[in-house]
């Protein structure tokens, strides 16, 4: 079993950035395709980035070039680096395998982008 922990989030301006982080432990991640998911109120949790092992990308069309997916398998801890963030941004953003979950949701990280 794996236990998901993500931290990161925060209140930012539209334009700024913000670095979430996903530490796992227990089982290893590392050959696990692994993903952000956000949910934002009153919609459904959505898939906006995953990782393959390998380190191969792919993001969701409203992310594209401004969010970047990494992961550190040694660490079992796997990022977002988020840039030009807008309002549509906010949400409640968390990590799990994909496809999700694989393992139970952790509390997820609020992210809120509003001036």
């Known amino acids: 079993q794996v236990r998901l922990v993500e931290s990161g989030g925060g209140l930012v301006q539209p334009g700024g950035s913000l670095r979430l982080s996903c530490a796992a432990s227990g089982t290893s991640i590392s050959f696990y395709i692994m993903g952000w998911y956000r949910q934002a109120p009153g919609k459904q949790r959505e898939l906006v980035a995953r990782?393959?092992?390998?380190?191969?990308?792919d993001y969701a069309d409203s992310v594209k070039g401004r969010f970047t997916i990494s992961r550190e398998n040694a660490k079992k801890t796997v990022y977002l680096q988020m840039n030009s963030l807008k309002p549509e941004d906010t949400a409640l953003y968390y990590c799990?395998?994909?496809?999700?979950?694989?393992?139970?949701w952790g509390q997820g990280t609020q992210v809120t982008v509003s001036s």
């Open positions: 990782i393959t092992s390998s380190g191969n990308t």
């Open positions: 799990n395998g994909v496809p999700g979950p694989i393992w139970s």
